[in-house]
């Protein structure tokens, strides 16, 4: 019975080492991915900038091409920012007992 306890014993402890081994290898990809998410962000920020820096001198065909990039990084940056929601949200419902990551992807 004792040999049988002791080996039940181990077998549970390598999984719940292989559990937090998965689970910090997750946290690393999870930061790994707001991190890269948070760059783009700013990429795009850089280049809302640069576009406004364009002087359409007085062509409509080169004010709707910049209305028509304006668009397109106004749908990247929300799609950006609904995947990192998305993300922060999962991993708050999934893992209830371990803290939320944040969404900067900076250690706690």
Request: overall charge neutral; charged content about 30%.
């Amino acid at each position: 019975r004792k040999k049988i306890l002791g080996d039940l014993s181990w077998k549970i402890s390598a999984k719940a080492a292989e559990a937090k081994s998965l689970l910090e290898q997750h946290r690393l990809a999870v930061r790994t991915f707001l991190q890269t998410t948070v760059e783009l962000d700013e990429m795009v920020t850089r280049t809302f900038l640069e576009l406004d820096d364009v002087d359409s001198l007085g062509s409509e065909d080169l004010r709707q091409k910049r209305k028509a990039l304006a668009a397109l990084l106004t749908s990247k940056d929300a799609q950006l920012s609904q995947h990192k929601q998305l993300l922060v949200s999962s991993m708050a419902q999934d893992m209830p007992a371990l803290e939320a990551p944040d969404p900067l992807g900076r250690c706690r």
